[in-house]
């Protein structure tokens, strides 16, 4: 397994974000190993608070100096709240982008496309296969 961690409670996209379920409620973040390929983060931009979601619609993007990418969402639903912070210290996501670096909360329509993400195990097996 390569250099960056994983926790076991989150599910996890080929498209490396990463979501936390607590009731409706999704959390939705950049995983360890997306952070660490893309390097050094400066600049995060999300959607708003109120906009709504398809699922596998994009919530915002994350560039760094080597790439930019876009970030997908794995549920339909609202944006209840975005991490705002990030946009004035986007480097948290390199430091810590399981806590203080998640970027969006979904009140999601529909869990069940999580069930299709890979668990922490599935997600380590993918990044070495990269």
Known sequence: MGDWTTKAELKYAETDEWFAVAGDIVTAG????????????????????????????SFGEVESVKAASELYSAVAGEIIEVNSALEDAPETLNADPFGAGWMVKIRANDLSPLAGLMDAAAYDAYCDSR
């Open 30 to 57: 950049i995983t360890d190993y997306a952070q660490d390929q893309l390097n050094d983060i400066v600049y995060v931009e999300f959607k708003d608070a109120g906009d709504v979601l398809e699922t596998g619609e």
